[in-house]
């Protein structure tokens, strides 16, 4: 079975990281999203409520499956026999950061990294930016699902 993983912070998911994890689902026969926990890394939302998000917004697809995942991504790769890690390219500008890490990963553990590139109406779309925007009232329906408005809303009222 050919079986990715797509890992990132997702705080929140965005209408990028589907773009990304609807292409992946289509190629591989299972596409499993590594939410992953960072402790340097303060997040909006715990590590539970990215989980939850992540799952309502991907449930229409069969193939892919939520988990996530505190410490080297190798190691759950290696854990999950898994060879392939999926991740969007945005822009030149992620490039220099992606390289790095996909380097150290195929030293370490010896997983590819596999690039999709954003599609154009993604490619400056970022979780960081989607917090900004909807922290000053701004209107974010169009950078993440609807289901997920009201609870980013909430959060940033501090709730
Ligand atoms: O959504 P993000 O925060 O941009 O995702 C970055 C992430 C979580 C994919 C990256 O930081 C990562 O892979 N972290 C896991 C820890 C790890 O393996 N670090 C070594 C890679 S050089």
Redesign the pocket.
Known sequence: MNRVVC?????PITFG?LDIIKRASSLFDEVII?V?V?QT?KTLFTVEERIEMVREVTSKYPNVKVDS?S??????CKKNDISI?V?GLRAVTDFDYEL??????LQ?QEVETLFLSTAPAHSFL??SLVKEIASYGGDVSSYIPAALLERLKDRLAGN
């Open positions: 890992p990132g912070s997702f705080d990281h590594a992953m960072n890394k995942w410490g080297l991504l190798v190691d759950y890690i991740k790095q890490m996909s380097q150290v990963n370490l970022s979780s």
